[in-house]
Nanobody
Framework: VQLQASGGGLVQPGGSLRLSCAAS????????MRWYRQAPGKERELVAR???????RYADSVQGRFTISRDNAKNTVYLQMNSLKPEDTAVYYC??????????????WGQGTQVTVSS
């Protein structure tokens, strides 16, 4: 099982970006999917998560600006980021609980995608 993240880049303050993370390989079921971020010199933090039923939760710092969603048919999770601020600059990682078989579940990480918010 692999997670492939994409969509990062350089954007001006106030701008928007959409991150995608596609899961591939032997997947019986995608469970909770998450986006984390890690800024230079800081610990990795949870940005948002979405359960298999679509329940979402956000970090206070992104509430109202970011939206997490998923397309189960495509095994993909998205992070729509609006009203971006310089403090959103970080490497963003996707993370997912995936069941390769009906009886197992493991946690997987994507490779990270850089988001830079700067004028």
């Amino acid at each position: 099982v692999q997670l492939q993240a994409s969509g990062g880049g350089l954007v001006q303050p106030g701008g928007s970006l959409r991150l995608s993370c596609a899961a591939s390989g032997s997947i019986f079921r995608l469970n909770t999917m998450r986006w984390y971020r890690q800024a230079p010199g800081k610990e990795r933090e949870l940005v948002a998560r979405i359960t298999s039923s679509g329940s979402t939760r956000y970090a206070d710092s992104v509430q109202g600006r970011f939206t997490i969603s998923r397309d189960n048919a495509k095994n993909t999770v998205y992070l729509q980021m609006n009203s971006l601020k310089p403090e959103d600059t970080a490497v963003y990682y996707c993370n997912a609980d995936i069941s390769p078989t009906w009886s197992t579940s493991d946690n997987y990480w994507g490779q990270g995608t850089q988001v830079t918010v700067s004028s």
